[in-house]
């Protein structure tokens, strides 16, 4: 991994270590089927495996960074986050309904957060060995099982741009303001996914340019804090752009930790710019 800033390299570590032991923890629950379910309070599913791999990543991150804040989706949240500058978001299996269904589409999430954006990220998926990283100014890397590193460098979109967006992120109500924005582009869209925001999203064989968040009415909440995370960053660091529908990039450890304002994560900057464009004209009615 040539290229890395040594800044964060320590914390880097941290996080790849983390995701690979959790990771390590889920892919036993996988293979042997044993991971009981349970609705959580907001009516999601949440397993056994979900619970062990957080339990998993918070003895990682404490043992190595013990003041930094940790705030995780399956864990109980502390006002102290927001006092300090540093906070690990973690997303112990991001796809927990892909793995009840046993898709292998699901994956572990581990970023550290440093005064609102991420520097540090992982992230593993368990039924393929596929581990992603990406370092603040460092880039982003890949590497599958023991295989050696490999830089992430994400393609630019050619002129027929592939748009996309998922269930997770306004589909299928969206449905209308999407077509509309492919029209005006003359561009291609493909099915909604049924999957969120994975740092695999653009990687080959890749099946869409841009991932569109949107909503019908004002309300465009898309996610929590550690569902972008770890995508924010390695798209960043591969080329690509992640922002909200104005063209603002998300902030991170906030006093609610949702992103809000819609989502738009492009493999290149230019193709950021055409479907901002024709998204803002859409939704402005102009």
């Not at 907001?42 to 397993?47: A, K, L, R």
């Not at 992120?169 to 003359?186: C, E, K, M, T, Y």
Request: proline share 6%.
């Amino acid at each position: 991994m040539a290229g890395k800033h040594p800044r964060h390299q320590p914390e880097l570590d941290g996080a790849i270590a983390a995701a690979l032991e959790a990771g390590a923890v889920v892919q036993e629950f996988y293979e042997r089927e044993t991971a009981a379910t349970y609705a959580k309070g907001d009516g999601s599913p949440v397993t056994d495996a979900d619970l062990a791999a957080d339990k998993a990543i918070r003895a990682v991150l404490s043992q190595r960074f013990p003041n930094d804040a940790i705030l995780s989706e399956e864990g109980q949240d502390h006002d102290r986050r927001l006092s300090v500058s540093r906070c690990w978001i973690v997303d112990p299996i991001d796809g927990t309904e892909q793995f009840i269904q046993r898709t292998g589409e699901f994956d572990v999430l581990v970023a550290l957060v440093e005064n609102g954006r991420p520097v540090a990220a992982a992230g593993y998926q368990p039924s393929t060995r596929l581990l992603i990283t990406a370092l603040n100014t460092g880039g982003a890397w890949m590497r599958r099982g023991q295989s050696a590193w490999q830089r992430v460098l994400l393609e630019p979109a050619d002129a027929q741009l592939r748009i996309g967006t998922s269930k997770w992120f306004g589909s299928p109500g969206n449905a209308a303001i999407i077509d509309a924005v492919a029209s005006r582009l003359g561009v291609a869209q493909e099915p909604p996914a049924v999957t969120g925001f994975s740092p695999r999203i653009f990687l080959a064989p890749r099946e869409i340019d841009i991932m569109i968040g949107v909503r019908p009415g004002a309300d465009q909440t898309m996610a929590s804090e550690w569902d972008f995370a770890v995508a924010d960053l390695v798209i960043h660091e591969a080329g690509g752009l992640v922002t909200d529908l104005t063209g603002q990039q998300f902030r991170y450890n906030k006093q609610v930790p949702t992103n809000v304002g819609g989502l738009i994560a492009a493999a290149d900057p230019a193709s950021h710019a055409r479907v901002l464009g024709a998204l803002q004209r859409e939704l402005d009615g102009s």
